[in-house]
């Protein structure tokens, strides 16, 4: 259950720092958003040097995900989408004619 003053819980850096934050803006024990996380992967929370981090509107998401067993897209983890791919296209080579032979 998300904290019915969810929206009072979100610091105005934008992101959930400390099990803290992320346990008092869901309303949930440290044991049971960890329990969630190890069945969850995909759940955004993530830890960061030692410290775990969330995204609060991705919680309250999840949360409600939860509630109505909307799981799926939680069960593998999240990953960072690739960089764009920036290669350098080689230049063609300029086309040069046969040497004919002068005999």
């Given at each position: ?39 969850y ?32 897209r ?11 791919v ?18």
């Open positions: 259950m998300v904290n019915k003053n969810a929206q009072e819980t979100i610091p105005a850096r934008g992101f959930l720092s400390g099990m803290k934050e992320i346990t008092d803006h869901v309303g949930y024990s440290d044991a049971t958003v960890l329990k969630h996380k190890r069945a992967p995909g759940m955004p929370i993530n830890q960061a040097g030692g410290i775990w981090v969330g995204d609060p509107e991705g919680l309250s998401q999840f949360y409600r995900d939860l509630a109505a067993g909307k799981t799926e939680y069960l593998e983890p999240q990953t960072a989408p690739a960089p764009p920036t290669a350098a296209v080689p230049e063609p080579e300029p086309q040069t004619a046969p040497a004919e032979n002068a005999e």
